[in-house]
Structures are given as structure tokens and as C-alpha cells.
């Protein structure tokens, strides 16, 4: 029966033209029905479909709404006009359709998982888990559920369970390289290097051009310690995606490590070169030219950076010892004192403990002191009064 077609609404341009030219003969069969026959529920049903697989989703939606108000008992038409209205956006509408579908057949499995994903898309992740927990009872099997519900726990801070339901998905279907990408990248951020290492593997040996799961194969193998070839990896990733900027950010980092410094001080360069409005790539690029003993150049690297995220006590705090390095110890004091001020926990001890700046805290010392001796004397002034 027409009713029982389900769009497929993942398919989107991917007719065949030999298809797009049946459907649209079908479509001119559907038109003339109609015209004979107003009232024809499957015309209308069937036309509506045809509308929404050649993507002509606003004539299909007003389509689909007139075939309901002929017959509303149908889930898969219910489903199918939210399926539609949320290519439009609409997506609160298209909920309410897919709550329709499920009330009248609740183990209409293509209604709850699209419901799953509409509530995923609006960002409410607690009822879209739920909602993918209830789609699991109904085909435990189909591993996009356990993928994107693991990609809501994720946005939640879920991230063990998260890497529960990837590993689910992994073990029911293995060839999806995105699947594997995602899994990697959330075992990286667990400190997990050698796991992260061996799901990237598996993803770039589907999507062997995928630039994303180069760069994140070089992250672990830079946390197990294996520099040259996380390098390696990083150098494949910016030949496949030259513009990309955070590629060449963290090719640069990795030179750092290596102490490979005028080559990383040119990756930084390719970064902002690509994305300007980048501070962490400034303070990348200032760290490295301090580390070359071009302080007048570091320091120049570090006040871009901080114009563009003025809240940075390590910017700060490595303008002073820049500027100590330079003799400008009144500059040095200044930035600082700054460093300091943002987070006095780290920078009192660490500037305490410098060498480069103890002469400097020293002075800092002082001036507090000073600043204690006047208060002391303005208090003693007012009580004499």
C-alpha cells in the first residue's frame, strides 16, 4: 500500500536522475487522479511522498496536509509529514506529528527513533536519551540508536556512559568511520591515548582522506609520546585540508615538543594566516618566539593574543619575563602584577620560584609594603585629628 512508503529523509539528492524522472511521471499520474477524483486518499498520499523525495518539501507538506485532513489515522503518514517538516525546521511541529504516529501505533519503531533525533536537534538531551532508550527496546540491534545516543550523553557530561554506548555501536556495525572517529576522540579526552589510538586506527582505515581523524590519531599518539610520529600524522592531515587552520596549530605544538622551533614558528604562521582571531595560536606563536630569545617579537605575539582574550595570566606572565629578559623591569612588574591579579594560586608561587623574576617579586614587595606604611601613616594622621 502507498500509506506503508516511509521516507527515507537521510537520501537527499542522491536519486539517480533515471529515479528523479520516474517520480516526477508518477507525480503527473498522481496530478491527473486527483483532478478526476478530489477525495482520493492514496493519490494524495502517494503524490505527497513523490513531492518530498524529489525535495520539494513545502509543496509536499502542504500535500501531506490535505491527505490527513482526508483520512488522520494513518501513523506512517503522520510520521512521514513530520520527516518532512523537519527538513522545513519545523521542528516542534514535526514532534508533535511523531507523538501522533506513536499514538497510534506506540511500537512504530521509525516514529521513536525520528522522535529521538527531532529532541536531540532541539538540545533536549535528557528526553532525547530516554526517547533512544525506548527506540533501543524496539530494534536493540540498529547501531545509530546506541551512536547517537551516546552523542547526547555526551552533551551532557555523560562521557563514560557516552563511550559505553559507542563501543555498543562499534560492536553491532564496524564500518562506519564516523562512529569510530567520535569513539577515538572521546577516549582521548578520558586520558585513554592507546584505546583513542586503536579506534583511529579503525577509522582511517575506512576514510583513509578524513583530515578530522588524522589530526585526532596525532593527539594520541603526542600523549603516548611518539612526537615524530604524531607529526607524521598532523603532516597528512594539513596535505589533505591545507586550510584548515587548527590542523597547523597543532602540527606547530608538536615542533614545540620537538624543539623543532623555526619549522613550528611556520606552522603557526600558516595558522593565522587561516584564522587570525585565534589567541591561542598567538600565545602559541609567543611562546615560540620566546623560546628563539625573540622577546621583542614574543611580546607583540602576546599582546594579539590578548587582544583578542584579554583574561590570560600566562600571556601575562611570560610578557614579564620577556621584558625581564629586555632589562624592562618596570614593564616586567607591570605584566606581573596582572598575571598575578588573574590567578594570584599559581602565578605568586610560580613568579616566587622564578629566578628570572625573584628580583623582580622583591621589588613587588616593596611597593606592597610601601603601600601598607601609607596607610598606617594616613590612619595615624586621621587619628591625631
Keep these: 500500500m502507498v ?138 540491534n540498529f547501531y545509530k540508536i546506541w551512536y547517537y545516543r551516546g552523542k547526547a550523553l555526551l552533551q551532557l557530561n555523560r562521557v563514560d556512559q557516552a563511550i559505553l554506548s559507542f563501543r555498543r555501536a562499534v560492536e553491532l556495525f564496524d564500518g562506519d568511520s564516523q562512529l569510530w572517529m567520535i569513539l577515538g576522540r572521546t577516549l582521548l579526552q578520558t586520558h585513554q591515548p592507546q584505546d583513542a589510538r586503536a579506534a583511529l586506527n579503525c577509522a582511517l582505515r575506512l576514510a583513509p582522506d578524513n583530515g578530522s581523524a588524522w589530526s585526532y590519531q596525532a593527539a594520541s599518539l603526542k600523549s603516548l609520546g611518539k612526537l615524530d610520529d604524531a607529526l607524521a600524522s598532523l603532516d597528512k592531515a594539513v596535505d589533505l585540508e591545507p586550510d584548515n587552520f587548527r590542523f597547523w596549530h597543532l602540527r606547530g605544538l608538536v615542533l614545540l615538543d620537538l624543539e623543532r622551533l623555526t619549522v613550528a614558528e611556520e606552522s603557526f604562521t600558516m595558522s593565522l594566516k587561516l584564522q587570525a582571531y585565534n589567541h591561542q595560536a598567538w600565545l602559541a606563536m609567543g611562546w615560540t618566539l620566546q623560546k628563539m630569545e625573540d622577546y621583542k617579537r614574543a611580546i607583540e605575539a602576546y599582546d594579539k593574543s590578548l587582544s583578542i582574550e584579554p583574561d590570560q595570566p600566562l600571556a601575562f606572565y611570560h610578557q614579564a619575563r620577556c621584558h625581564a629578559r629586555l632589562g624592562q623591569d618596570t614593564w616586567a612588574l607591570e605584566h606581573l602584577r596582572r598575571a598575578m591579579s588573574l590567578d594570584p594560586n599559581i602565578y605568586n608561587e610560580r613568579s616566587y620560584e622564578d629566578p628570572l623574576l625573584q628580583s623582580i617579586w622583591q621589588d613587588l614587595e616593596n611597593d606592597d609594603a610601601g603601600d601598607d606604611l601609607e596607610e598606617l601613616e594616613l590612619s595615624s594622621f586621621g587619628s591625631s585629628s
Design 3 to 140: 500509506s506503508g512508503q516511509v521516507i527515507n529523509i537521510g537520501n537527499d539528492g542522491r536519486l539517480s536522475a533515471e529515479t528523479s524522472d520516474c517520480y516526477r511521471d508518477e507525480l503527473r499520474i498522481c496530478d491527473r487522479v486527483i483532478k478526476r477524483y478530489p477525495y482520493h486518499y492514496q493519490a494524495w498520499n502517494y503524490r505527497s511522498y513523490l513531492l518530498a523525495n524529489i525535495g520539494r518539501y513545502e509543496e509536499a507538506a502542504e500535500s501531506y496536509r490535505h491527505t490527513l485532513s482526508l483520512k488522520s489515522t494513518e501513523h506512517r503518514v503522520w510520521c512521514n509529514y513530520g520527516a518532512v517538516l523537519e527538513k522545513l525546521g519545523i521542528l516542534d511541529e514535526a514532534s508533535r506529528c511523531y507523538n501522533r504516529a506513536l499514538k497510534q501505533s506506540p511500537y512504530y519503531f521509525k516514529a521513536q527513533y525520528r522522535q529521538s533525533k527531532n529532541l536531540h536537534r532541539r538540545a533536549l538531551y535528557d528526553e532525547a536519551i530516554l526517547s533512544y532508550e525506548q527506540a533501543i527496546q524496539l530494534r536493540p
